[in-house]
């Protein structure tokens, strides 16, 4: 266990379904991020989060709705996701965004859209 | 952000010392040298970071040259365990600094 927990492991849902991605952590950071990770692609950051306040989103589509209420948890809202979509999920935790701060990871979310 | 430039793949045999090297030449005085890894089916894990000067801890070593155009990412004893990507990352000391992962260094450890 990282510190970072993610949940659920692993979902397959349809083009037409609405699901949610859980993160938490207990580490005491204020910042968190979602990250995306296709096969044979780097991994692509999504949005971060500050302070519960998001500072960045990096093009991502519409159907990707990202929601931090506090600075213990995040979640990534899903709707009318297309097959290109399936990949791991991976949400991240640092204690401030400077460059001078580690990221810590979770095992991240498999997701299959059929 | 400035690049870093990593093999794509190295292999080493178990209990052996492994050297990963990455270039960077258009680093900034600014920049920090971080390592992250990541293991099959699991999320990137922090190995280590620096600026400057040579670091040690329990994981590995991280040498950086004198001119910090290039780094090194020492692993004294590589177990199967090791086997991972390997990412070295450039990240300024500003406060919106970013985590943008390259494609690695895949690290095969044989017996």
């Known amino acids: 266990e990282t510190g970072v927990t993610q949940t659920p492991r692993h979902l397959v849902m349809g083009m037409t379904n609405k699901k949610s991605l859980k993160c938490e952590q207990h580490?005491?950071?204020?910042?968190m991020y979602w990250y995306k990770q296709s096969a044979k692609k780097p991994l692509e950051l999504m949005f971060v989060?500050?302070?519960?306040?998001?500072?960045e989103n990096n093009s991502v589509p519409s159907r990707f709705s990202p929601e931090c209420p506090n600075s213990s948890h995040l979640f990534l809202h899903l709707h009318t996701l297309q097959p290109e979509d399936s990949a791991l999920y991976l949400c991240a935790s640092s204690q401030e965004t400077g460059g001078t701060y580690g990221y810590t990871f979770g095992s991240g979310t498999r997701l299959t859209v059929v | 952000d400035a690049k870093t430039t990593q093999p794509n793949s190295m292999e080493s045999n178990e209990e052996e010392p492994v050297h990963l090297p990455c270039n960077h030449s258009?680093?900034?005085?600014?920049?920090?040298i971080h390592w992250y890894r990541q293991l099959p089916s699991q999320g990137p894990e922090y190995v280590i970071h620096g600026l400057t000067s040579n670091v040690n801890n329990r994981m590995a070593s991280l040498a950086i040259a004198e001119d910090r155009k290039s780094s090194t990412l020492i692993l004294h004893r590589a177990t199967l365990r090791d086997a991972a990507v390997y990412y070295c990352?450039?990240?300024?000391?500003?406060?919106?600094?970013?985590?943008?992962f390259g494609t690695g260094t895949r690290l095969q450890v044989t017996l």
């Open positions: 580490l005491g950071h204020n910042a």
């Open positions: 258009t680093i900034s005085g600014t920049d920090y």
């Open positions: 989060y500050n302070f519960k306040e998001q500072t």
């Open positions: 990352i450039l990240r300024p000391t500003g406060t919106a600094s970013k985590l943008t």
